[in-house]
Nanobody, 122 residues
Framework: QVQLVESGGGLVQAGGSLRLSCVAS????????MNWYRQAPGMQRELVAK???????YTADSVKGRFTISGDNALNTVYLHMNTLRPEDTGGYYC????????????????WGRGTQVTVLS
């Protein structure tokens, strides 16, 4: 029902910046929130930031002050602005969307993109 495509990853020197994009496409759905997760090699996937349809945002302590999440009004496109990157920010970055059908808002679904790789060189 929903497809997500991430872009913007790459190779960057420590202290540099990247902007990740996530574009959601789907028909007849309501997007409740969008999330960015990351996964370093050998580590569990962790939530980095999220934004809800009401505009509320959350940023993990590990990236607070350096990363910012933003999106358009419909949350069809969400960005993760990453500044002052560190080697420990290296990993796969994945976008996920929390969505529901308009006639059953209590039943929330979750879909994932395929991810984009971020590598920060020291």
């Amino acid at each position: 029902q929903v497809q997500l495509v991430e872009s913007g990853g790459g190779l960057v020197q420590a202290g540099g910046s990247l902007r990740l994009s996530c574009v959601a496409s789907g028909s007849s759905i309501s997007i409740n929130g969008m999330n960015w997760y990351r996964q370093a090699p050998g580590m569990q996937r962790e939530l980095v930031a999220k934004i809800t349809s009401r505009g509320s945002t959350y940023t993990a302590d590990s990236v607070k002050g350096r990363f910012t999440i933003s999106g358009d009004n419909a949350l069809n496109t969400v960005y993760l602005h990453m500044n002052t990157l560190r080697p420990e920010d290296t990993g796969g970055y994945y976008c996920s969307v929390d969505w529901s059908f308009p006639d059953s808002p209590w039943a929330e679904h979750n879909s994932w993109g395929r991810g984009t790789q971020v590598t920060v060189l020291s």
